[in-house]
């Protein structure tokens, strides 16, 4: 069934068909969203955010309900505080200045993309500058990943790893190679994406310099008495006594042996590695997290049909306080952060 498998329903001409490839999969269009007006765009955020109250706006600062409405601007002013608030107002798009009706057409193309949707490919879509399209695509990839942080995993958890960025294009002349696998030759950029997903349940990554660092992690973030598949790799020995029950497989001589497999874990780093060939072509350096993050998100949501996942990805982005690494991002880059803004990587 389209919630629980890969199979459509089993009666009529949609029999045996792939979820993504049925209707239920399409809840909303593009051109649904293109059609709405300011006030409408407006009353969808308005239901996101306050949703418990219906879309009665709420004080961001004090909590007050006792609010009026602006008529000649869509603002809010609170009676208690007298602070003046907008429906994106202390949420990851704090102080924007695309149309509301922009960036819910920028979250129903962020949905729509299976396999991710580029910053260059979105500035098209919006007509705007590649700068405000990479900012905006980081945000809702933030909002999607906080909530993944910190997060545990029990049962049945498959664990594995794989390397992203960090590639030395090799010289042109023979004579003048070198062996690109000894450190020396290599230019410090590769990093790991850890990831441990459960069993029909979540995926969570995390990204590490080698995969051996990811042990500790591992032993905290995995509840104790679950079981943990993972392959034949060296790094991965240390699991054996951190009190899980640890299954091993060898792929060099199977994917699976009815006792340990890791397919749960290669099929998110298809999806990672699709976007990386097809759509980004480089996610490595300091935001490989916040990529994971966002095809951990699309991995755990593939059965979800697009309608629903626009209401989860607003929800996420709206209840996300201004984002410290993107708001003035580009602003920030051109000068030195103040001692009291610290160092953010």
């Known amino acids: 069934m389209a919630g629980t498998g890969e199979k459509g329903p ?19 269009s593009l051109a649904m969203v293109a059609r709405l ?23 961001p600062r004090c909590g007050c309900a006792a609010v009026y409405e602006h008529r000649s601007r869509r603002i809010f002013s609170c009676k208690a505080c007298e602070k003046q608030f907008s429906v994106t107002s202390g949420t990851i798009f704090h102080a924007r200045k695309l149309a509301l009706r922009d960036i819910l057409l920028a979250i129903a193309i962020f949905a729509n993309s299976a396999k991710g ?13 590649y700068k405000t399209a990479f900012v905006l695509a980081h945000k809702i990839r933030e909002a999607l990943g906080t909530e993944m942080d910190g997060l545990t995993a029990s049962g049945e958890v498959h ?25 020396k030759n290599q230019n410090g950029k590769r990093r790991v994406v850890i990831v441990m997903r459960e069993v029909d349940g979540r995926t969570l990554p995390f990204v590490v310099r080698h995969e051996a660092h990811a042990v500790p992690i591992l032993e905290q973030r995995i509840k104790p008495g679950s079981t943990v598949h993972a392959d034949e790799a060296r790094s991965w020995d240390p699991l054996h006594y951190g009190g899980l029950d640890v299954r091993r497989i060898n792929h060099q001589e199977a994917y699976s042996d009815g006792d340990a497999c890791t397919n749960q874990a290669e099929s998110f780093f298809s999806r990672i590695r699709r976007a990386e060939i097809g ?7 300091p935001y490989l ?13 593939r059965r979800i049909d ?10 996420s982005a709206l209840t996300h306080p201004p984002s410290w690494t993107w708001k003035g991002y580009w602003q920030r880059a051109r000068r030195k952060p103040s001692p009291s803004e610290g160092h953010h990587p």
């Open 10 to 28: 089993g009666r009529g001409p949609g029999a045996g068909q792939h979820f993504l490839l049925s209707a239920a999969a399409r809840r909303l």
């Open 37 to 59: 007006s300011d006030d409408d765009a407006q009353a969808i955020f308005r239901n996101i955010r306050w949703c418990d109250t219906r879309g009665e706006p709420v004080c």
């Open 117 to 129: 949707h580029s910053a260059l490919h979105l500035s098209r879509d919006l007509n705007v500058q």
């Open 159 to 183: 664990v594995d790893g794989a390397y992203f960025g960090g590639y030395v294009k090799p010289a042109n002349w023979k004579e003048n190679r070198r062996d690109r696998r000894l450190l």
């Open 279 to 285: 759509m980004h072509h480089h996610i490595a350096g």
């Open 289 to 301: 997290h916040a990529y994971a993050h966002e095809m951990a998100w699309r991995e755990d949501a």
């Open 306 to 315: 697009n309608g629903t996942q626009v209401l989860i990805m607003g929800l």
